[in-house]
């Protein structure tokens, strides 16, 4: 027992030796030695005090949290709103250092998770984020800890909508690589990939001064612009979205991904509604009706670049991006309909039967004429007029158009391309 004793003192003896000779301390007096001792083990001391602990982070959580148990929340119930500043003003700084600092991706995991609750629907809380914490939250997103992945993910998503800095500062981070690598990898959870695709959707987007940050787009003259023109452009995001179009093995997933929705049938504890009654808890982690959402909303973002429509619009997407307009989920409804209204300046779906929408669909190819008329214009156009036109890039109106498809055909075609 004496010698362990010895052998310790020994021990701590070459520590202070070996950290008085690191500081190139040649000759102290007794007083310096111990202090330069108490600062350095002190520091450490201090730096893991500032951690937050897997406890305190599960009771944060559930303090914040209440009984807002929505895998998918859009916004932040009352209760949240509430606690949020007497919560996350002086634990916020505290998550984020934990992300940075710990060397546990479960409790990083949880520090995302209470960090998430804290901005969302939260512009003051989403602002206290800071160039040291865009890495640490990218790296994260690479973590061999599935959760710990997704979590990060998260926390992108939320933290990226309507905050110029955020926005930009996880794109100079290298957020769009690290989220293509987990959305690209078949081993990833399916919560990881959702919330991977959930963030690159939100780094795709541009960001304006009015209406809460979004920008309102509208088509004139066949193109997209924004409007009203005082809702200025805070936070242009066509730099993040020529990226992701530049990656054509993330593109063909996120358009493989979109068509595995629409949801079908009643919405169940074993078939959920990614909007309506998935929870949080791992019970849905692995289920497929939770992508297609996200996926569809990076595509969504990226039709903003006329470039990116070629991309979208080739193989069954338009028809999957038909289907999810419909969906009996409002999640997957909303992001087909954007996905839709970016794409084109009318809607292209037509269904045989629109209360069967698993049934036959037409989708008008793109098409406009000299007099900005789409396809679905040409609804209760006579043949002569309107079906029988080529417009200036030499396409016609019968071959584009569901609704000419249906008329017999006439041999008086007025051809725009040579007027």
């Known amino acids: 027992m004496e010698s362990r004793r010895s052998n310790r003192h020994r021990l701590s003896s070459h520590l202070t030796l070996r950290t008085l000779h690191s500081v190139k301390v040649k000759c102290v007096s007794p007083f310096i030695a111990v202090f330069v001792i108490v600062w350095f083990f002190g520091s450490k001391t201090t730096a893991g005090a500032n951690l937050l602990t897997a406890s305190k982070l599960k009771n944060l959580i559930q303090e914040v949290r209440g009984d807002d148990l929505r895998l998918m ?97 996880f ?69 993040i979205r020529k990226e992701i179009m530049a990656d054509s093995d993330l593109i063909n997933t996120l358009k493989k991904l979109s068509c595995q929705g629409p949801v079908r049938g009643k919405m169940t504890d074993k078939n959920p509604y990614v909007g309506k009654n998935a929870i949080i808890g791992g019970a849905y982690d692995e289920s497929p009706n939770i992508v297609a959402w996200a996926a569809t909303g990076v595509l969504k973002n990226l039709a903003l670049e006329p470039a990116a429509r070629t991309l979208i619009e080739d193989g069954d997407t338009p028809k999957c991006l038909c289907r999810l ?57 006579s043949e002569e007029e309107d079906c029988e036109t080529i417009n200036r890039q030499g396409v016609l109106a019968r071959e584009a158009c569901c609704v000419c498809q249906r008329k017999p055909s006439k041999p008086n075609i007025y051809d725009e391309s040579k007027n």
């Not at 957020?175 to 695709?197: D, E, P, T």
């Not at 209406?211 to 997209?224: A, H, P």
């Not at 809607?347 to 396809?375: A, H, I, K, Q």
Request: contains cysteine; glycine residues 6%.
């Open 325 to 381: 307009a419909h969906s009996p989920d409002w999640l997957e409804e909303n992001k087909g309909q954007g996905a839709l209204n970016y794409l084109r300046p009318s809607d292209p779906c037509w269904f045989r039967d629109d209360d069967y929408l698993n049934g036959e669909l037409c989708v008008d190819s793109p098409f406009l004429d000299g007099g900005g008329r789409t396809c679905a214009d040409y609804g209760s156009a």
């Open 171 to 239: 794109f100079k981070a290298g957020a769009i690589s690290q989220l293509a690598k987990v959305i690209k990898n078949k081993k990833s959870s399916k919560l990881a990939m959702m919330w991977a695709a959930a963030a690159l959707q939100n780094l795709a987007a541009s960001y304006c001064k009015k209406f809460k940050g979004r920008c309102m787009w509208n088509w004139v003259g066949g193109e997209l612009v924004v409007k009203p023109r005082d809702n200025s452009v805070l936070s242009d995001g066509s730099i």
């Open 73 to 169: 929340r859009w916004s932040a119930t009352k209760y949240t709103k509430q606690r949020q500043s007497s919560l996350c003003d002086e634990n916020l700084p505290l998550a984020l250092r934990t992300i940075s600092s710990s060397s546990s991706a479960s409790i990083k995991a949880l520090a995302c998770e209470f960090a998430t609750f804290c901005i969302t629907d939260n512009p003051v809380q989403r602002s206290r984020l800071g160039e040291e914490d865009y890495g640490a939250i990218v790296k994260l997103v690479q973590s061999r800890d599935r959760h710990a992945s997704a979590m990060a993910s998260h926390l992108i998503y939320v933290a990226t909508f309507a905050n110029p800095l955020n926005h930009q500062g």
